[in-house]
T-cell receptor, first 110, second 118 residues
């Protein structure tokens, strides 16, 4: 079992729809969670971070954390073709290493 | 505020050679982490430096080493290059980085160095 797991996709949604990206983690000691967006040929760009259970909203993005279920998600509302990218979930393991999932490829169709 | 810079952006080396990559963090950030990204393995943690000390290390052979200077700039060295070392090497800058209790400040990535080993 990988420490941080994501569905590889591709996840395809129509323009204007809500894209839902999911991530599970295995280390119960993890307290900090991050979502990065990576366009092809570019480096990862931080889009959200969350430390507490519940929802955190920033513009069109909402991160959700459920520590009891060891589950993190990212919702993208009003998806745009420019949101098409690979989304990486990361968790900080107890002991201090940031562990990344394999990423979910999102495709937003006009 | 200037972002994270990495030099060089591209490198081509031959098996057996060594290489040094450089990273300058965001001003005021004291933690630098290094990652290797390949299509097969994804983003893998190499090591983290904070205040010139290695704080954490990933599961890479001893051929991979790093250091951090007093101005927080960091270098990563790979000796005796192998074909499998071909990858995108990313450094990430953070205010104070990770703690042993599972917390981490946000990490911001540089553009990366694309290393090709032939």
């Amino acid at each position: 079992q990988k420490e941080v797991e994501q569905n590889s996709g591709p996840l395809s949604v129509p323009e204007g729809a809500i894209a839902s990206l999911n991530c599970t983690y295995s280390d119960r000691g993890s307290q900090s969670f991050f979502w990065y967006r990576q366009y092809s040929g570019k480096s990862p760009e931080l889009i959200m971070f969350i430390y507490s259970n519940g929802d955190k909203e920033d513009g069109r993005f909402t991160a959700q954390l459920n520590k009891a279920s060891q589950y993190v998600s990212l919702l993208i509302r009003d998806s745009q073709p420019s949101d098409s990218a690979t989304y990486l979930c990361a968790a900080c393991r107890q002991g201090g290493k940031l562990i990344f999932g394999q990423g979910t490829e999102l495709s937003v169709k006009p | 505020k200037a972002g994270v810079t990495q030099t060089p952006r591209y490198l081509i080396k031959t098996r057996g050679q060594q290489v040094t990559l450089s990273c300058s963090p965001i001003s005021g950030h004291r933690s630098v982490s290094w990652y290797q990204q390949t299509p097969g393995q994804g983003l893998q943690f190499l090591f983290e430096y904070f205040s010139e000390t290695q704080r954490n290390k990933g599961n890479f052979p001893g051929r991979f080493s790093g250091r951090q200077f007093s101005n927080s700039r960091s270098e990563m060295n790979v000796s005796t290059l192998e074909l499998g070392d071909s990858a995108l090497y990313l450094c990430a800058s953070s205010r104070t980085g990770t703690s042993g209790a599972g917390y981490s400040y946000e990490q911001y990535f540089g553009p990366g160095t694309r290393l090709t080993v032939t």
